[in-house]
């Protein structure tokens, strides 16, 4: 783990290079030995900040994806092409990165190895399950803010699993299982507004 590169720089070459948009392709390029847990955190933190649609969309849908790879032990990353060709504003990606930089580099001096279960081949494949459930929150969640909390989530486990630190990863699932809330009240909210409409119609 000495010789990959942190997660902070990792991050910092996204926000570098050609194009006003940047493809899930090029950041898979760019996460290369890391990329399960790296792509975690990448797809999590424009979730980070208040994002319209579809952004959120975007990132659960190929969360998702990735989160059933890692739930049935792939050791890499696969995405279909037509996952590939999606893009996010690299300005987008580098606003959120710029915001979180500096916790995400304190987190980085404080992880180190600890509660490693979550780096077995079983712990990946709850993780992947975990993330599952964050992704298809993400999906749910309330325009523009109710995805904060699950894309705190997705980065801190993605963290997590870069360090092998198994308490950033419960951190992570503690921010998710507030996000998870949200998204439920939300949807019960719009279940419980139709409802009335059609009972006064």
């Known amino acids: 783990m000495s010789t990959l590169p942190r997660t902070s720089a990792v991050l910092n070459a996204l926000t570098v290079g050609e194009g006003e948009y940047l493809t899930v392709d090029e950041i898979l390029q760019t996460l290369r030995q890391q990329a399960f847990a790296l792509l975690v955190v990448v797809l999590g933190l424009p979730n980070c900040l208040p994002m319209p649609p579809p952004i959120p969309l975007i990132c659960g ?35 959120a990165v710029e915001r979180a930089m500096p916790v995400l580099r304190r987190l980085e001096r404080m992880s180190r190895p600890r509660l490693q279960f979550f780096a077995t081949q079983p712990g990946m494949r709850a993780m992947g399950l975990i993330l599952l459930v964050v992704a298809l929150g993400l999906l749910v969640s309330a325009p523009f803010i109710g995805q904060i909390p699950l894309g705190l989530a997705a980065c801190l486990i993605g963290l997590g699993l870069v360090e092998r630190d198994g308490l950033v990863i419960i951190l992570g699932m503690t921010a998710g299982v507030f996000g998870i809330g949200l998204s439920l009240g939300f949807i019960v909210a719009i279940v419980s507004g139709i409802a009335a409409l059609v009972g006064y119609a």
Not at 61 to 66: N, S
Not at 73 to 92: E, I, M
């Open 61 to 95: 849908f190929v969360l998702a994806f990735v989160a059933l790879q890692m739930a049935l032990g792939r050791q890499a990353p696969w995405l279909p092409r037509r996952l590939l060709r999606k893009s996010v504003a690299r300005a987008d990606v580098s606003r």
